[in-house]
C-alpha cells in the first residue's frame, strides 16, 4: 500500500480518504490532506518547526488531536506545515504520537489560500486497520 490522501465529493465540507502502511504515515498523509485544504502546499517552505505530542487509548481521537492541533496553529500562529516526520507506538495500552511538523507562516502574497478549516469533525471520522495498513476518514468543517 502506497501511502496517499483523495478528496472525496461533500456538499459543503471537506471530506478526505488516506491510507498508508503504517500508523506514522497515516497520520502524515492526514494532516497533509488537512495543510492542502487550506493552501497550496506546492513551494511551501518547510524553514519552521514544531513538535507536536499526544497520547490517547483510542486512536481515533489520537488523530483527532494531531488535526486539532494542526487548525490551532493555523489560527494561533498562521502556521501551515508541508511537511511531517510522525510516529505513533502503543505504551501501556496508549497510543502515543510524536510528531515533528515542517512549515512556514502564511504569506498572502506569497501562498494560494483556498478554504479557511474551522474544525475537524467526528461526523463519519474513522480509522481503521485494512489488509496492507490503515485508512482514515475526515471531515473538516469549513
Known sequence: MKAN???LEHTADVLFEAE???LGELFEQCGLAVEEAQV???GFGTDKQKKIKGKNSKLEYLLFDFLDDLLFFKDSEQMI???F????????GKF???CVAYGEKID???HEQKVDAKAITMHMFEVKKVEGGWKA???VDI
Not at 510522525?86 to 505504551?91: F, T
Open 20 to 22: 498508508a502502511p503504517s
Open 40 to 42: 497550496e502546499l506546492k
Open 108 to 110: 498572502p502574497e506569497k
Open 5 to 7: 490522501y483523495q478528496y
Open 85 to 92: 516526520d510522525c510516529k505513533i507506538e502503543e505504551k501501556e
Open 137 to 139: 476518514k475526515v471531515l
Open 96 to 98: 502515543v504520537l510524536e
Open 81 to 83: 506545515f508541508s511537511k
